[in-house]
């Protein structure tokens, strides 16, 4: 694929995030709904295992370590969501996945970045961090946020390596998507079992459809870090930020005041950078 394709596959990557994240954010059960999400990636990945190619041996470690990246990511991001409000933890838990991705891949794997590339995950980081200034959240909403923002960066800066370690795209995330599927499936049956029938009468469908939309989403994500550097990939997948501020505006009757303009001319900044020197 080209550069330009393969970075509008992050694009549709940071459109399909905000939109799982609040179905998650409105559910009446954050944890079921994290759980559903899950058990379609485990249908979808058990359903593409006998057509995919199996990642490379030295691949599996580093699937072992995104798994438990995205594990801590799911328990951090639904205690962020039960104590903070979206505009506020969505915007810092994005906004910091750049910076700390790019420093883990340029002392990590020597990923050699230019200063213009630098400059861009600073404009975008920048700016997604900003729409969370002013939102008047609370410091233990503010902690959770940043530490779910570092889960960001773990799995994204592993999943990333992992990708390329294993030789194939769809193999890797279709045993990704198999592995975090029976762990948040067991946590439900194994915890939430009375549960889950009222859960699946009211919420079913939104599961569903919030679990295809995820998958696909970071499906385009994997597909692009296969390729791209890690760094300026992870801070194009935190425009997601804007599309959370539209539909905050569009949807929830959000303001779209100055501080936001400003954040979002900041993301568009770097995004422009980025696309000048790919």
């Not at 009446?28 to 999400?37: H, T, V, Y």
């Not at 998507?177 to 939104?206: K, S, W």
Request: charged share 10%; with cysteine.
């Amino acid at each position: 694929m080209s550069a330009a394709l393969l970075y509008g596959l992050v694009i549709l990557s940071a459109i399909a995030h905000p939109i799982w994240n609040a179905m998650v954010k409105s559910s009446g059960d954050r944890a079921l709904s994290m759980a559903a999400i899950r058990a379609v990636g485990l249908v979808l990945g058990l359903c593409a295992l006998p057509f995919v190619d199996w990642p490379a041996g030295a691949s599996w470690k580093w699937l072992a370590l995104t798994t438990v990246a995205h594990f801590s990511y799911y328990a951090l991001l639904i205690r962020s969501y039960d104590i903070g409000d979206m505009s506020v933890v969505y915007p810092l838990a994005r906004g910091l996945a750049p910076v700390l991705t790019t420093i883990a891949a340029f002392f990590v794997i020597d990923e050699a970045l230019s200063l213009g590339q630098m400059m861009a995950v600073g404009l975008i980081s920048l700016g997604v961090t900003t729409l969370s200034l002013g939102a008047g959240g609370r410091p233990q909403a503010v902690a959770f946020a940043l530490a779910t923002g570092v889960a960001v960066a773990s799995y994204s800066f592993v999943g990333g390596v992992g990708v390329r370690a294993a030789g194939t795209v769809l193999g890797f995330q279709a045993w990704l998507e198999v592995v975090t599927g029976l762990g948040m499936v067991g946590y439900a049956v194994v915890f939430r079992c009375n549960d889950l029938l009222p859960y699946a009468r009211r919420h079913g469908r939104m599961g569903i459809l919030a679990g295809i939309i995820s998958v696909l989403g970071f499906l385009a994500f994997l597909t692009a870090a296969r390729s791209l550097p890690l760094g300026p990939v992870t801070a194009l997948r935190e425009t997601s930020v804007i599309f959370g501020a539209l539909i905050g505006t569009l949807v929830l009757k959000e303001g779209f005041g100055l501080r936001r303009i400003a954040a979002s001319t900041s993301v568009v900044s770097g995004i422009a950078l980025l696309a000048a020197l790919r």
